[in-house]
């Protein structure tokens, strides 16, 4: 079990990481961000303000399972509502593969940055819940 506790908290700081470190870049040099990711620049003209605004919603993530992590009471909300947004993120991504806007080798370049973090968020607010279902009752039950 402590080692099943390690890998969901790897994979929650490895969020936490990635999206705290766009956001910091994102709002400090959009410009720098939209030159460094790959591909960034084939999905449209730099806009500061847009990448500003994902930098801000990349803050959130961040904080959102960093104090997930210490709020276990908290934890269930605050990591499903970041991993919605991941979840929406990469589905978006999917999208405009699958409607011929992109070709579908970037879903492979942008998995470490997009699905990635999505598949993590999914796997830690799962593992959250069943962390929280009280011992020899279901969920459905426990809240009767």
């Known amino acids: ?4 506790r390690f890998f ?3 994979m ?3 969020n936490v990481v990635l999206a705290g470190w766009l956001s910091i870049h994102m709002l400090y040099d959009p410009e720098g961000w939209y030159y460094f990711v790959p ?3 084939d999905t ?3 806009n500061q303000h847009f990448i500003r605004d994902i930098g801000i919603i990349q803050g959130f993530i961040a904080l959102a399972f960093a104090i997930g992590t210490f709020k276990s009471e908290r ?3 605050l990591w499903a509502a970041a991993t919605l947004w991941l979840m929406a993120h990469a589905s978006f991504h999917m999208w405009e ?3 011929g806007i992109c070709s579908a080798s970037v879903l492979l370049r942008d998995f470490p940055a997009v699905s990635l973090p999505a598949l993590f968020g999914i796997a830690s607010t799962v593992w959250a819940c069943a962390q929280s279902k ?3 009752r279901s969920l459905a039950t426990a809240n009767l």
Do not use: H, K
């Open 1 to 4: 079990m402590q080692t099943l």
């Open 8 to 10: 969901v908290l790897a």
């Open 12 to 14: 929650v700081w490895f």
């Open 39 to 41: 591909g960034v620049t």
């Open 44 to 46: 449209g003209f730099y």
């Open 75 to 77: 934890r269930i909300e």
């Open 97 to 99: 593969v699958a409607v």
């Open 134 to 136: 009280p011992a020899g």
